[in-house]
């Protein structure tokens, strides 16, 4: 039976998805934000029609491209978020280690680096930026806060304001260091920076007297 004009195969949510996949290697690559729609049809072995009929231009392009890594993220931001109940301090701290791991090893800078850096660069791609990279990643820190909360291990707070407060310079330092290449000619200890932040946050929002916990 002949499909409807204008119908969609089975797969082509999978196709799609595949296809941003394989194009956000070469989006992520040396000079990627720069690339033709030529470029990045070869990147993915296909054709820039193709491209076209699974992403209509450039622009929607770049937004699946930056809506695949946040379905690739779901898992392991979900994992971050989980915490160590009545130890606030060290789940903080455990959540920073786990951020730098990523951000270091697991390619986590380069793509919010270069993605912000589209965000700016392209206004079309800054809402797809923050709805499916950085708000995901504050929402990480946002889940944490509340449990904690929820625990009693720390004083009462809006998560998304604490989530802004406590990412915030951590995110600065990691493009500072890695990104802008910082730590070449002005090197930063980051593990000392984690733990005098940490220690910070908790002094603006403590954890009640009988849950503090001596520093480790």
Same mark, same amino acid.
């Given at each position: 039976?002949?499909?409807?004009?204008?119908?969609?195969?089975?797969?082509?949510?999978?196709?799609? *998805?595949?296809?941003?996949?394989?194009?956000? #290697?070469?989006?992520?690559?040396?000079?990627?934000?720069?690339?033709?729609?030529? #470029?990045?049809?070869?990147?993915?072995?296909?054709?820039?029609?193709?491209?076209?009929?699974?992403?209509?231009?450039?622009?929607?392009?770049?937004?699946?491209?930056?809506?695949?890594?946040?379905?690739?993220?779901?898992?392991?931001?979900?994992?971050?978020?989980?915490?160590?109940?009545?130890?606030?301090?060290?789940?903080?701290?455990?959540?920073?280690?786990?951020?730098?791991?990523?951000?270091?090893?697991?390619?986590?800078?380069?793509?919010?680096?270069?993605?912000?850096?589209?965000?700016?660069?392209?206004?079309?791609?800054?809402?797809?930026?923050?709805?499916?990279?950085?708000?995901?990643?504050?929402?990480?820190?946002?889940?944490?806060?509340?449990?904690?909360?929820?625990?009693?291990?720390?004083?009462?707070?809006?998560?998304?304001?604490?989530? *802004?407060?406590?990412?915030?310079?951590?995110?600065?330092?990691?493009?500072?260091?890695?990104?802008?290449?910082?730590?070449?000619?002005?090197?930063?200890?980051?593990?000392?920076?984690?733990?005098?932040?940490?220690?910070?946050?908790?002094?603006?929002?403590?954890?009640?007297?009988?849950?503090?916990?001596?520093?480790?």
């Amino acid at each position: 039976m002949a499909r409807t004009p204008g119908a969609r195969n089975a797969d082509y949510d999978a196709q799609r *998805l595949a296809l941003a996949r394989k194009v956000r #290697e070469r989006v992520m690559g040396p000079d990627g934000l720069r690339a033709s729609m030529r #470029e990045l049809a070869e990147a993915a072995g296909t054709s820039v029609a193709t491209l076209k009929h699974y992403f209509e231009d450039r622009d929607g392009l770049m937004r699946a491209v930056l809506e695949s890594q946040h379905v690739d993220s779901a898992p392991y931001l979900a994992m971050a978020s989980i915490p160590l109940p009545g130890d606030v301090r060290g789940s903080l701290r455990g959540y920073l280690t786990r951020l730098k791991s990523a951000w270091f090893e697991y390619g986590v800078g380069v793509i919010q680096a270069r993605s912000l850096a589209g965000g700016l660069a392209m206004p079309a791609l800054g809402p797809t930026y923050v709805n499916h990279l950085l708000e995901p990643l504050l929402g990480t820190c946002e889940t944490l806060l509340r449990r904690h909360v929820e625990l009693g291990d720390l004083t009462p707070l809006d998560p998304r304001v604490g989530a *802004l407060q406590f990412l915030a310079p951590v995110v600065l330092a990691l493009l500072h260091q890695d990104s802008l290449s910082g730590a070449s000619c002005r090197p930063l200890d980051l593990d000392a920076f984690f733990d005098a932040h940490v220690d910070a946050f908790l002094r603006a929002w403590p954890p009640a007297p009988e849950r503090r916990h001596p520093r480790a």
